[in-house]
């Protein structure tokens, strides 16, 4: 039976893979995030542990990896997080990792959308995610990053383009619903990817 480890499981998207993941397949789920007894008391079942703990929080982290075949972590993170979660990943032997991140650290933002996404989000390349970026490349990991655009909620709107590193990225938007399916599918190797950085944005976004 697999069973993956959702960290910074509170938020939407990753309450939303939690959701997609029990409904849409037969592994079992290890939710990592603060009050978790609290905050995610509506996936307690036979199929799903809870783990209360800081992304921070190395035991915690160990307590949530231990057994598991690969790790989502459902946020953006900074050095001072993905270091630590690789180290405790590397010690406990579980090698895949699906992990957020932002457009724009490779400089490949292009198109309409460019102008607009710099103004409000400033020069990503010149920020510490581009040290995130850096560390998990750099690591042994079989590693994806999700680079996600700008993120709104629809469940009707679940598919996805892709673009790989050193692609043109353009898309201005996509759903948590469809970043939530597509990291699920990426935990379920449903879709083939390995040791990739890439862009996923909603189709006809441009």
């Known amino acids: 039976?697999?069973?993956?480890?959702?960290?910074?499981?509170?938020?939407?998207?990753?309450?939303?893979?939690?959701?997609?993941?029990?409904?849409?397949?037969?592994?079992?789920?290890t939710l990592l995030g603060h009050n978790a007894a609290q905050r995610l008391n509506q996936f307690t079942g036979n199929r799903v542990s809870l783990v209360d703990g800081d992304l921070k929080d190395s035991f915690a982290l160990k307590k949530a990896i231990s057994g598991v075949d690969a790790v989502f972590l459902a946020y953006v993170?900074?050095?001072?997080?993905?270091?630590?979660l690789i180290k405790v990943m590397d010690d406990s032997?579980?090698?895949r990792l699906i992990v957020?991140?932002?457009?724009?650290?490779y400089q490949e933002v292009e198109g309409p959308f460019q102008t607009w996404y710099r103004e409000h989000t400033g020069l990503v390349w010149k920020t510490n995610y581009v040290d995130t970026i850096n560390t998990v490349e750099n690591s042994d990991l079989d590693y994806v990053i999700l680079r996600t655009t700008w993120l709104y909620?629809?469940?009707?709107?679940?598919?996805?383009t892709v673009t790989k590193k050193g692609e043109p990225f353009k898309s201005?938007?996509?759903?948590?619903?469809?970043?939530?399916?597509?990291?699920?599918?990426?935990?379920?190797?449903?879709?083939?990817?390995?040791r990739e950085s890439l862009g996923i944005g909603e189709p006809n976004t441009e």
């Open 172 to 194: 201005a938007q996509i759903t948590r619903e469809a970043v939530a399916k597509f990291a699920a599918e990426l935990l379920e190797n449903r879709v083939d990817y390995h």
């Open 100 to 105: 957020m991140s932002v457009p724009d650290v």
């Open 1 to 29: 039976m697999a069973k993956y480890a959702i960290l910074a499981a509170t938020g939407q998207i990753g309450q939303l893979t939690t959701q997609y993941l029990l409904d849409h397949s037969s592994a079992d789920l």
């Open 153 to 160: 909620n629809d469940a009707t709107k679940t598919k996805v």
């Open 77 to 84: 993170a900074t050095p001072d997080i993905i270091e630590p």
């Open 93 to 95: 032997n579980v090698k």
